[in-house]
T-cell receptor
Framework: GQNIDQPTEMTATEGAIVQINCTYQ??????LFWYQQHAGEAPTFLSY????GLEEKGRFSSFLSRSKGYSYLLLKELQMKDSASYLC??????????FGTGTRLTIIP | EAGVTQFPSHSVIEKGQTVTLRCDPI?????LYWYRRVMGKEIKFLLH????????ESGMPNNRFLAERTGGTYSTLKVQPAELEDSGVYFC???????????FGSGTRLTVV
């Protein structure tokens, strides 16, 4: 199967940095997405990685290593509103996304 | 631009009844996708339309599910008859180009009792 693994829950402190990891099976890889989802709302696009390296976008950065089947989402200067689920999703070349179960991030004061 | 709109936001029906979910994609987006999240599990692909044609329906669970996209605009997903295991959140997404830049709707939470 095309399993996507990410931690179920994480907790971090306001103002700090948190890294959410995602691993996947490398066969057929054609791009990796990170989405943020607040409860009861639509998943919203955060980042897209298809080549190795770090993509930075404001407080959020995403890293990809294709050979290792590994990505992480880095959130800096955490704010209370960053409490949400973070979804890692991979395109395995068939125009549909395969999702992990998501990481529920809780920010504490 | 208006986002992806789904209706209803919530639906509670009895086992054996029929429910129809609707999705209005972003105007001009040829690609429309249906996904589903069952409680405690990951979001899973159901099917993909390109305009009015079904490009990939490999994720449809069984023949109780019927998706249509007449005219290549909005789409409906009908569940008939509904079973308890159909409960979950049904998401619709649209994109202009395949494989990139999905915009998701807020989902329809379906509860079958």
């Amino acid at each position: 199967g095309q399993n996507i693994d990410q931690p179920t829950e994480m907790t971090a402190t306001e103002g700090a940095i948190v890294q959410i990891n995602c691993t996947y099976q490398t066969s057929g890889f054609n791009g990796l997405f990170w989405y943020q989802q607040h409860a009861g709302e639509a998943p919203t696009f955060l980042s897209y990685n298809v080549l190795d390296g770090l993509e930075e976008k404001g407080r959020f950065s995403s890293f990809l290593s294709r050979s290792k089947g590994y990505s992480y989402l880095l959130l800096k200067e955490l704010q209370m509103k960053d409490s949400a689920s973070y979804l890692c999703a991979v395109n395995f070349g068939n125009e549909k996304l395969t999702f992990g179960t998501g990481t529920r991030l809780t920010i504490i004061p | 631009e208006a986002g992806v709109t789904q209706f209803p936001s919530h639906s509670v029906i009895e086992k054996g009844q029929t429910v129809t979910l609707r999705c209005d994609p972003i105007s001009g987006h040829d690609n429309l996708y249906w996904y589903r999240r069952v409680m405690g599990k990951e979001i899973k692909f159901l099917l993909h339309f390109v305009k009015e044609s079904k490009q990939d329906e490999s994720g449809m669970p069984n023949n109780r599910f019927l998706a249509e996209r007449t005219g290549g605009t909005y789409s409906t997903l009908k569940v008939q008859p509904a079973e308890l295991e159909d409960s979950g959140v049904y998401f619709c997404a649209s994109s202009q180009d395949t494989g990139f830049g999905y915009t998701f709707g807020s989902g329809t939470r379906l509860t079958v009792v």
